[in-house]
């Protein structure tokens, strides 16, 4: 092998190389596992919503609150 082959050699395999030991290849690392995160949460969401029951929300219960209060009030 001459002397170039040898050193396209080195070049490779340093390229190969994740840079986990620098601040860039941290960065990267971080931001990967946020956005795998994210996907997730919007995955469990996304099954949440097929699964459960059909609620009202917050719609529902601000709609039902003076029902539930004149039931709390003693009548006179």
Same mark, same amino acid.
């Given at each position: 092998?001459?002397?170039?082959? !040898?050193?396209?050699?080195?070049?490779e395999?340093?390229?190969?190389?994740?840079?986990?030991?620098?601040?860039? %290849? $941290? @960065?990267?690392?971080?931001?990967?596992?946020?956005?795998?995160? !994210?996907?997730?949460?919007?995955?469990?969401?996304?099954?949440?919503?097929?699964?459960?029951?059909?609620?009202? %929300? $917050? @719609?529902?219960?601000?709609?039902n609150?003076?029902?539930?209060?004149?039931?709390?009030?003693?009548?006179?």
């Amino acid at each position: 092998m001459s002397a170039s082959e !040898i050193a396209d050699n080195r070049w490779e395999l340093k390229a190969t190389k994740p840079p986990v030991t620098s601040p860039g %290849g $941290l @960065a990267q690392i971080v931001l990967m596992s946020l956005f795998a995160l !994210i996907f997730l949460w919007i995955m469990v969401g996304a099954v949440q919503g097929i699964i459960m029951p059909e609620s009202e %929300g $917050l @719609a529902g219960e601000y709609k039902n609150l003076n029902a539930a209060q004149k039931a709390e009030t003693p009548a006179e």
